[in-house]
């Protein structure tokens, strides 16, 4: 138990754990001591001067940023001295900052605004000339206006503490001192924009949003990342059916208050140009545009007089996307052939945990990473295949004192955090952890995280080696996109149906479809020809997709699909976390592949139960809910905006082990697959070309 | 140009040399004159002794700190904690920057071998065996004199491994400051030292518990070390006897301004500050009246006639709201303009401000452009009382004495002297222009 104190604040007797920071005491107390400077889990300032207080018996007022409570201390907080303390300092701040509030894009959701609306003089007695230095640009994505700077030094410390980048700097001094990137003129970085959502004011703003629109004329809605597996929420703002900003304003996702680039500028593939918005058939070897009612007739006429039926998903979609799909495929074309391009070797996890409890879970979630004491990390460059697991485990490492142990085929960034890293060569990754045994011995929990290196018979040596440290050892492992997690777990593979369950028929992988002789196939958000060579003209195909993929050139009947931002349903992240996707807009044209399956099968007859019926995808997780092991989560957590873990450790998973079909797409911070390709921010940036996962890593 | 001992120090009958009494040696930098004038000596004195009693010596000399605060460093030693298996350091502060200030540089010029035994001796008396003087990087030519000295100690044997076969060992660098005043802060200075941005360090730790590099460290001015030597040699009850009950020994005093003798004199804690710039600094130039005097560097809030009869020593200058400070007495005459002397002071301090924090980054230049524009005529009544507030909303609040530094001297000048600043109103030139 933490020891608690007595204090006393603005003459209420209060408790607090021993040694919390006053303002932090106060904060749980229901009393707000405002500061600029001060940031939960960044070091200590005592710059901004806004949250001076009063302590008995002390000559000076003190920052309540740095004073630990302490039993007996009197303390106010809201007396006349520090009334007067905090609308100097704001005078004080008004001086050199701009008032140009009207165009600047922090107004509406300014900290300096807000405090001197609630702390501020009504008036300023400043009547010298202003300092003005001209605006900088410091990458497509980053500019930066010093006269607007407070100099609270959150963008420094949240770029060299929270992302161990540090690009950022301070030049100069007294009221010339200026944030400076530390590479002269320009970032060069990880362009997360981590420091444009920690600044309090509107001196660094965002390239893809600066002086478009205000705050209050936008609609924020916070919903999972549509590109990495990490499962990070990110606020859209949008106005008039338009994405106009992606940030963290929010902060109420599994991420806290992290968000890369992807997360944080990867929404304009939305809006792109090339974008399909109309349905097209094959006419004369050219795919010409035509109505809906013509592309559906055409997709379930061309389905229907075909004898065999290979099925692809998407690693994008939704659950219930995917659900629907593997029902449309066996219940309807009566095909075992399904697949999904695999990343991770989820059944052969969850084969080799099989007959554990569901709780404590030998599965870890990604808030189990931040708070576990010590991580195993095998395999995959979590700084650009996972950024928030990277954040986490930096956090961990920095905040926690977590012990960090890594093997992997190259040198990577988080070596940097790590306790101990060995390099291993391609395959001999589980050989290599023995080096670590007496270590990882002495640690209480180990969770070990591996990329798509550890598959297959891999993945049952590894649990038999965690199984002999002495903790509660748990697992993670790491798949590429949005919901690879979730097409595993609804069953989009060709042995396994929803919830690892066998499937009654096993059918072809992915590569057997591809090189068969199928006479059909139905490709949703997936873009196979890109690895795989298929021959146009031989099967009847189907797309449904957002672009005019290399596989999208290749159909039939082009159905032009809704993007990640724009519907309902949920997404399971890597760590098989599940969350509410919520529609953000909608964009003229497109439809829901969950809404095209229906209509397609509704045009073909098959009667494949509520979604059949219905387009909304409520329907269809409830049939999740309760027909998917594991999945019968809290739907009430869920609709609030929680993650909640889906409970996938059900008994022996009988599946096929095709160790050489999982394979990460090694995508770096600034690509994204298919989809990054349509994100303008991603390849704008600088950093861009020169990114590389290093050699080896997730193959 | 670099100044003889003459140029800086006139001399004066009321000097008790103590610490510059090798001043008037020839070559009195070199090793050889400090070996042949008791130099050292102390060191092998302290060597036999224990760390309690270098400690306890210290304390009964009544020594405090010279860098302007007045701290006991005998106190100060005695916080180091003895249990604590990390290295410890000996840091000299060599960072002189105050306005008004001029004493650190004769020593290190004159006599910087007993600068580097008072370290010596300290790092005897918390087993340190590391000592760094940071020199303010304006400071360029002494950088030279105190480099020269630590090679002549060290191929003396006086640095070292094993110093004179005492079993003692002790390393002693110089490193240059980069031009901030803001260094000489003893916690901003120390994270310059370890190559970081200058700014302060949030307190506590204080240096005696995690200082240089987390470890811990002694921390003193450059005349506080240089004056150690001769505590350990004469004894801390002969030292203490030499100025006044609560305020032992002498202080190396800078008189400057409208004087007929400016200098540095070496003089006893406690002399009367009409004794100073009547006696020892030869009275006013052109037998003006005196307006004000700064008594301890530009920080410290202004005296004027009437306080003319107050004894020099921390604690008297003190009950008269202001400071000894770093021992810089400026003295001004009946034609100095006020107005003009609080922009210079402020116009300095804005520029020194390191920026860190809100209420010293914006309040100086604040006032500093106010100043500017009330100097040059611009000014309105409301600016009066203005300066005052904005100088007492410093005053306390910020993160470092800086601002406090700033904010005394404004606070005083319009106290003192509003008649001045009236005076510049309704868009007046200023009164005093071509008076001196």
């Given at each position: 138990m933490p020891e608690l104190v007595k204090f006393k604040l603005n003459d209420k007797e209060l408790t607090a754990e021993k040694g919390t920071l006053l303002i932090e005491a106060a904060r749980q107390n229901g009393v707000e001591i405002p500061a600029f400077c001060y940031y939960p889990g960044l070091s200590l300032q005592a710059a901004c001067r806004m949250c001076l207080v009063d302590i008995e018996k002390r000559p000076k007022l003190a920052t309540a940023c740095t004073e630990p409570v302490m039993e007996g201390m009197v303390v106010w907080s809201d007396n006349e001295k520090i009334h007067t303390a905090r609308k100097t300092?704001?005078?004080?701040?008004?001086?050199?900052?701009?008032?140009?509030?009207?165009?600047?894009?922090?107004?509406?959701?300014?900290?300096?605004?807000?405090?001197?609306?609630r702390y501020g003089a009504g008036g300023s007695r400043f009547v010298e000339e202003k300092l003005h230095v001209p605006e900088q640009k410091w990458s497509p994505v980053v500019y930066y206006d010093a006269p607007r700077c407070i100099l609270c030094y959150r963008c420094i410390r949240i770029c060299n503490e929270g992302m161990g980048v540090g690009a950022l700097g301070l030049n100069y001094r007294g009221v010339n001192s200026e944030i400076v990137p530390n590479k002269g003129d320009h970032l060069e970085c990880e362009e997360c924009g981590m420091c444009i959502d920690i600044c309090p004011v509107g001196a660094l703003t965002s390239g893809a949003y600066r002086y478009q629109t205000r705050p209050w004329e936008m609609t924020y809605v916070a919903t999972p990342c549509a590109h990495c597996g990490d499962g990070c929420k990110v606020t859209l703002s949008v106005r008039n059916n338009q994405i106009m900003r992606g940030n963290n304003r929010d902060a109420s996702g599994l991420n806290g208050e992290f968000l890369c680039i992807k997360g944080r500028y990867g929404y304009d593939f939305t809006h792109s140009a090339e974008r399909i918005t109309k349905p097209r058939v094959r006419k004369n070897d050219e795919l010409v545009e035509c109505t809906w009612t013509e592309a559906i007739a055409a997709a379930a006429a061309g389905l229907k007089a075909a004898k065999t039926h290979g099925v692809i998903g998407s690693t994008h979609t939704t659950n219930e996307e995917n659900f629907f799909l593997q029902k449309f495929a066996r219940q309807g074309l009566k095909t075992p052939h399904i697949d999904h391009r695999r990343s991770a070797d989820f059944p052969a996890l969850m084969d080799a945990l099989?007959?554990?409890?569901?709780?404590?879970?030998a599965l870890a979630t990604s808030r189990d990473v931040l708070e576990a004491p010590a991580v195993l990390l095998i395999g995959n460059n979590p700084t650009d295949q996972h950024p928030m697991l990277a954040w986490n485990i930096r956090t961990a490492v920095r905040l926690r004192k977590q012990h960090l142990y890594i093997v992997n085929r190259a040198s990577i960034p988080l070596v940097a955090q790590a306790e101990a890293a060995k390099i291993a060569k391609a395959g001999e990754e589980i050989e290599e952890l023995e080096r670590f045994r007496d270590a990882l011995a002495k640690e209480k929990d180990v969770v070990i995280i591996f990329g798509s290196e550890v598959k297959g018979a891999d993945i049952t040596k590894l649990v038999a080696f965690g199984d002999t440290l002495p903790g509660h050892t748990r697992y993670i492992a790491l798949a590429d996109n949005a919901n690879s997690r979730g097409a595993v777990d609804m069953g989009v593979l060709p042995d396994l149906g929803p919830?690892?369950?066998?499937?009654?028929?096993?059918?072809?992988?992915?590569?057997?479809?591809?090189?068969?002789?199928?006479?059909?196939?139905?490709?949703?958000?997936?873009?196979?020809?890109?690895?795989?060579?298929?021959?146009?003209?031989?099967?009847?195909?189907?797309?449904q997709d957002m672009f005019l993929t290399e596989t999208a050139q290749i159909a039939d009947v082009l159905l032009p699909s809704a993007g990640p931002y724009e519907k309902g349903g949920t997404v399971t992240n890597t760590y098989g976390e599940v969350q509410r996707q919520k529609?953000?807009?909608?964009?003229?044209?497109?439809?829901?592949?969950?809404?095209?399956?229906?209509l397609i099968a509704r045009a073909m007859g098959f009667d494949l139960g509520a979604a059949n019926a219905a387009t909304q995808s409520n329907e269809v997780f409830e049939e999740i809910r309760r027909s998917v092991k594991g999945y019968n989560i809290a739907a009430a957590a869920l609709w609030t905006g929680s993650a909640v873990p889906a409970v996938t450790l059900n008994g022996a998973v009988p599946h096929r082990d095709r160790p050489d079909l999982i394979a990460s797409s090694n995508d770096t911070l600034f690509t994204s697959g298919t989809l990054g390709r349509y994100c303008s921010a991603l390849s704008a940036v600088a950093e861009a070309k020169e990114r590389k996962n290093p050699e080896g890593i997730g193959k | 140009m670099i100044y003889g001992l003459r140029d800086l120090m006139p001399g004066s009958e009321h000097e008790v040399k103590v610490i510059s009494r090798r001043f008037d040696l020839p070559n009195s930098a070199s090793i050889d004159t400090y070996l042949a004038n008791e130099g050292y000596q102390a060191f092998l004195k302290a060597r036999k002794m224990t760390q309690d009693e270098i400690i306890e010596e210290v304390k009964k000399s009544g020594l405090r700190g010279r860098g302007g605060a007045g701290f006991s460093t005998g106190m100060k030693w005695s916080f180091v904690p003895k249990n604590i298996q990390k290295p410890r350091y000996i840091v000299c502060n060599a960072d002189e920057s105050e306005p008004g200030t001029c004493k650190d540089r004769l020593l290190m010029q004159f006599d910087p071998h007993e600068i580097i035994e008072g370290m010596m001796i300290a790092g005897l008396a918390i087993d340190a065996h590391k000592g760094f003087i940071y020199i303010r990087g304006e400071y360029r030519f002494l950088i030279e004199i105190v480099e020269k000295a630590i090679d002549e100690a060290y191929a003396r044997g006086w640095l070292g491994k094993n110093i004179q076969g005492t079993g003692f060992d002790f390393d002693c660098v110089a490193h240059s400051g980069a031009g901030a005043y803001e260094c000489g802060e003893e916690s901003a200075l120390l994270e310059s030292l370890e190559g970081k941005r200058g700014i302060p360090r949030i307190r506590p730790p204080f240096p005696a518990v995690a200082g240089l590099y987390q470890s811990p460290t002694i921390l003193n001015n450059v005349e506080t070390f240089a004056t150690v030597p001769a505590i350990i040699l004469k004894g801390g009850d002969w030292y203490h006897a030499l100025g006044t009950p609560k305020n032992g020994g002498t202080k190396l005093t800078n008189i400057s301004g409208h004087v007929k003798r400016p200098g540095c004199y070496e003089l006893p804690l406690g002399i009367s500050l009409r004794k100073a710039i009547y006696e020892v600094a030869g009275g006013m130039e052109g037998d003006k009246k005196i307006k004000a005097i700064i008594p301890g560097g530009s920080s410290t809030p202004m005296l004027v006639p009437d306080q003319l009869d107050t004894p020099m020593d921390f604690d008297s200058m003190a009950k008269q709201g202001t400071f000894l400070g770093s021992g810089g007495l400026v003295v001004m005459n009946e034609d100095t303009c006020m107005v003009e002397v609080a922009l210079r002071v402020m116009r300095f301090y804005s520029h020194e401000s390191c920026g860190w924090c809100i209420p010293c980054r914006e309040g100086t230049t604040w006032l500093k452009k106010m100043l500017t524009r009330f100097h040059a005529g611009g000014g309105e009544e409301r600016d009066i009382n203005l300066i005052n507030e904005?100088?007492?909303?410093?005053?306390?609040?910020?993160?470092?004495?800086?601002?406090?530094?700033?904010?005394?001297?404004?606070?005083?000048?319009?106290?003192?002297?509003?008649?001045?600043?009236?005076?510049?109103?309704?868009?007046n030139k200023c009164p005093y222009e071509g008076r001196q």
């Open positions: 300092t704001l005078e004080f701040l008004l001086t050199n900052h701009p008032l140009d509030c009207p165009v600047c894009d922090k107004g509406g959701e300014c900290e300096l605004q807000d405090m001197v609306f099989a007959g554990r409890p569901a709780t404590p879970s919830g690892y369950q066998p499937a009654a028929q096993a059918g072809m992988a992915l590569d057997e479809m591809l090189a068969g002789n199928l006479e059909a196939f139905l490709i949703v958000g997936a873009n196979p020809a890109r690895r795989y060579l298929i021959q146009a003209g031989k099967a009847f195909v189907v797309v529609l953000g807009l909608l964009v003229n044209g497109a439809k829901t592949d969950l809404e095209i399956l229906s | 904005l100088a007492q909303a410093m005053l306390g609040r910020t993160f470092c004495p800086l601002g406090d530094a700033a904010a005394m001297p404004m606070i005083s000048a319009v106290k003192h002297f509003r008649a001045d600043f009236e005076a510049h109103l309704n868009g």
